[in-house]
């Protein structure tokens, strides 16, 4: 990074699977293309060798032990990171936005289902310390609401899309961001609402972002 280049941020979508975030993720990016901002898009797990292993865990084609899945979606992280062709704190430093479907505060909600959650956090200190997200942006819509949506659009539930565990995880998230408050910076969404009304106040939050940051100008995008 030259002394001339701002850093870029990195802008996280979570929720519980099922909840939209992956649409709002898309509808941003679009937003933030048409205001001319270099950006990159990337989710978790990854498309690279770790991760790729992991998607087999949560298909079910291989099984492991939660601690052996936990160590491994930290491992992915780091990876996602600082890997030579596309680490995302090089394309950060460099003066790109990010925008990321999930990150550590899903490994916390997630993992600790079955570990403790200090020991979840332990794990991926490493990450929160090389790049931390500018916002957290949780898509929250009821179990419920989300278990429904996975039915009609999937063939077949991966290993945590169950009602029992999406009532679990949604609680963890609100038990990490309670922990996190003076860390980490979340915005809480409802989603149980239109793709346009919820696309309406994640681009709200993000200009805002954006705008504390001094580059509001580059924001003012039409609808």
Known sequence: MTSE????????????????????????AERMRAAG?????????TDRPIGRLLRRFLEGKERTDARAM??????????????????????????????????YLSSYAYQSAQMPLPWVMDINAQSAALLRPACHIFIDVSPETAMARLKQSRPYMELYESLEQLRAIRKNFFTVFECVKDTENVVI??????????????????????GANGEAGKWQTKP
Not at 37 to 45: A, C, M, N, R, V
Not at 72 to 78: G, K, V
């Open 189 to 210: 969404i409802n989603g149980e609402r239109s793709e346009a009304d919820i696309a309406s106040d994640v681009w709200a939050a993000v200009q805002a972002l954006l």
């Open 70 to 103: 936990a160590m491994l979606f930290a491992a992915d992280r780091l990876d996602h990171l600082v890997n030579e062709a596309d680490g995302l704190v090089a394309k950060v430093h460099g003066g790109g936005h990010i925008l990321s479907d999930r990150y």
């Open 37 to 45: 901002l270099p950006l990159h898009e990337t989710k978790e797990p």
């Open 5 to 28: 280049t701002k850093p870029g941020c990195l802008i996280v979508f979570e929720g519980i699977d099922g909840c939209g975030k992956s649409t709002q993720l898309r509808r941003l």
